[in-house]
């Protein structure tokens, strides 16, 4: 970018995040990090059967050869009330909307920027999606389809609740690059932000995990851990482990920062 911002600093003045492990604070983060914590556990029943999809075997078709992950206790829940969504319409949300939502207000909290305070300005949202399950996991039956489901499974619509409800008028995009997805955002947002376009920015990822098909595939591919341990760099290393949740930061150029006193 050329132009008064091109070589301005950017501050992270807010973060938001819901991850395995039962963080749900920037704070309990970084002392799960100081802790050292393992959130990885064996896939909860109530995602599918770990036994039925395992075999050692990864040849073995519509099979995985892992029963582990990184899972968060609850990703149903949800207030839609507060973001004036009805409940014919919370219902076909994919959980990854609604968990983007929310790990985005908090962020905005955690900033001390009111939501109120953004309508009509020059906000962006930028988010890394990939993943697309919702459909597969509430049994892709064509009879299920209605009004909303169009919105509620397109990870497009992910970043543009966010703008929708808040009433942004920056740039709104899903960004899909693979596992550099939520990264690419935020390189992303970081040139919108020096280009002059966005005076402030969302930038995050989500991921939920709620069918085994995307399991197989990377079993398929190779690059799932049997013993749902990351082990980069090292002569040990099998592959990796899938994981889910939410990570949300609000970005703002320096100059507006200091002079807001974030």
Not at 16 to 39: F, K
Not at 107 to 114: G, P, S, T
Not at 231 to 252: K, Q, T
Request: glycine share 12%; net charge negative.
């Amino acid at each position: 970018p050329s132009g008064t911002y091109a070589q301005e600093p950017i501050a992270v003045v807010g973060i938001g995040c819901r991850l395995p492990g039962g963080v749900e604070t920037p704070e309990e983060l970084w002392q799960g990090l100081l802790d050292g914590i393992d959130a990885i556990r064996e896939v909860p029943r109530d995602r599918w059967n770990a036994p039925e999809w395992l075999d050692p075997d990864p040849r073995a078709p519509g099979k995985t050869t892992t029963r582990w992950g990184g899972f968060l206790d609850d990703v149903s829940r949800f207030d839609a009330e507060l973001f004036r969504i009805s409940p014919a319409e919370a219902r076909h949300m994919d959980p990854q909307q609604r968990m983007a939502l929310e790990v985005a207000w908090a962020a905005l909290e955690d900033a001390r920027i009111a939501h109120d305070g953004l309508h009509g300005t020059r906000t962006g949202v930028f988010f890394g999606t990939m993943a697309q399950e919702y459909h597969l996991a509430t049994g892709a039956d064509p009879a299920s389809i209605e009004t909303h489901s169009a919105v509620g499974w397109d990870n497009s619509i992910i970043p543009a609740r966010i703008a929708y409800t808040l009433g942004l008028q920056g740039p709104v995009m899903a960004v899909a690059t693979a596992c550099s997805s939520s990264l690419t955002a935020t390189h992303l947002a970081v040139q919108s932000l020096r280009r002059g376009e966005s005076d402030l920015a969302l930038a995050g990822g989500v991921n939920v995990m709620l069918h085994p098909n995307t399991t197989v595939a990377m079993t398929k591919f190779g690059g799932m851990n049997p013993d749902g341990q990351c082990r980069a760099f090292d002569a040990g290393a099998n592959g990796y482990v899938r994981a889910e949740g939410c990570g949300v930061v609000v970005l703002r150029r320096l100059s507006d920062a200091l002079s807001a006193g974030d």
